[in-house]
């Protein structure tokens, strides 16, 4: 059937990509280690057809193939994870899905020698598998290492080509292949980082087009699956760097909200209730004397307002624990304060006083704009 392990092909890809529907299997020196349940219909259905063409015991002996190659691809996983972490970047989870493995790091390293090796790790844990059950094979069944296979039958020289495969599919530059992530490194030691990134999805994207016309041409639909996942993500990693860079690189003073109205601590909430209903404003700061005393969210008011707080100042319902910015912070720093404390407004102070405020709605609509294609090209992007 038209289906083997000659890719297997993983990624390593920032945190913020969170898989959904995968079962946890364990934690393994802190990092999460997870099926995807996908990944359970795959097997249910190879064990079934290869049972059903050559029965139970050829269904068992696929079983037993398929587990051990994701063994192997779990160590693979592990050898990205464990570089990773001499690195002192977190790895969050490792998950295995039907097409090879996924890596999320609690982001990607920034210098290339660092991403070079993390890259590397991976194939090299598969060309040392290989090596090791080559010299075991050229031991027992001296000779049948020379023929390439991939089926339950003959276990062992099977495991031999399906680790040799791995570590080379994995090689090709397609990123986020780790073949392509190294050629982002060293593009990235001598360009901009998202121009690097840019570059190399571009290079990777014609490589998994010819992945995909491999798969094609030799009828395996699970190249060209593998081809289009590869193609996919390389667009989404894309998008992700240029995200990156505009957290990094954006001011506060460049999205802020500069026209909004604040509320003082002896307001009624009348007065609270008039200027939200007059404004598209939810959360307002409030201001005693040129400084920020409190913030007056919607969800504050509207809780005082089924309560019996009717008669109370915006002083008794403020919330006075708050978080404050300033206007040269970035965008990603105040972004992680919002999301992190669900908190919904942020004032922006300079010299203590009160210039902007910034809500999750305002960045989310900021980042949403300025992430786009071509957004690189305005003045405040490029700077730093
Ligand atoms: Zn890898």
């Not at 969170?18 to 099926?35: E, K, M, P, Q």
Request: with cysteine; charged share 15%; net charge neutral.
């Amino acid at each position: 059937m038209g289906w083997n392990f000659l890719g297997a092909p993983d990624i390593i890809f920032a945190e913020r990509f969170d898989v959904r529907w995968a079962l946890r299997l364990g934690t393994l020196y802190g990092i999460s280690i997870r099926l995807h349940f996908t990944f359970l219909f795959l097997v249910a259905f190879l064990f079934l057809v290869t049972t059903l063409g050559g029965g139970w015991l050829a269904g068992l002996r696929s079983l037993l193939f398929i587990l051990l190659v994701f063994v192997c691809v779990l160590l693979h996983e592990l050898a990205h994870s464990y570089v990773s972490v001499r690195y002192g970047l977190r790895v969050r989870s490792i998950t295995l899905l039907p097409i090879g493995g996924l890596a999320l790091l609690e982001d990607v390293p920034r210098e290339p020698r660092q991403e070079i090796h993390i890259a590397l790790a991976g194939p090299a844990a598969n060309f040392v598998l290989a090596l090791w059950l080559g010299v075991l094979l050229s031991v027992l069944e001296p000779g049948a290492a020379f023929t390439p296979m991939l089926s339950g039958e003959a276990l062992l020289a099977s495991l031999f080509w399906s680790n040799l495969y791995i570590g080379l599919f994995n090689l090709i530059p397609a990123y986020p292949l780790d073949g392509g992530r190294v050629l982002r490194a060293w593009l990235s030691a001598r360009r901009d980082y998202v121009e690097a990134t840019h570059v190399a999805v571009g290079v990777g994207q014609v490589f998994s087009l010819l992945i995909i016309l491999g798969g094609l041409v030799l009828r395996e639909p699970w190249l060209v699956v593998i081809g289009l996942f590869v193609f996919w993500a390389g667009l989404a990693e894309d998008r992700m760097a240029v995200l990156q860079s505009a957290l990094e690189r954006i001011y506060l003073e460049d999205v802020m909200l500069t026209e909004f109205q604040s509320l003082a601590p002896s307001d009624s909430l009348f007065d609270a209730l008039d200027r939200a209903l007059h404004s598209l404003q939810n959360d307002f700061p409030v201001v005693a004397e040129g400084r920020v005393v409190g913030v007056l969210t919607r969800s504050g008011l509207l809780r005082a307002f089924s309560g019996q707080g009717w008669n109370n100042s915006v002083q008794a319902v403020m919330s006075s624990r708050f978080e404050t910015a300033q206007r040269r912070d970035t965008l990603g720093t105040a972004f992680k304060k919002l999301t992190a404390r669900g908190l919904s407004v942020i004032p922006v102070l300079e010299d203590e006083h009160l210039v902007g405020i910034v809500t999750l709605q305002n960045l989310m609509h900021s980042i949403a704009f300025l992430s786009r294609k071509g957004a690189a090209e305005f003045e405040f992007l490029r700077r730093g």
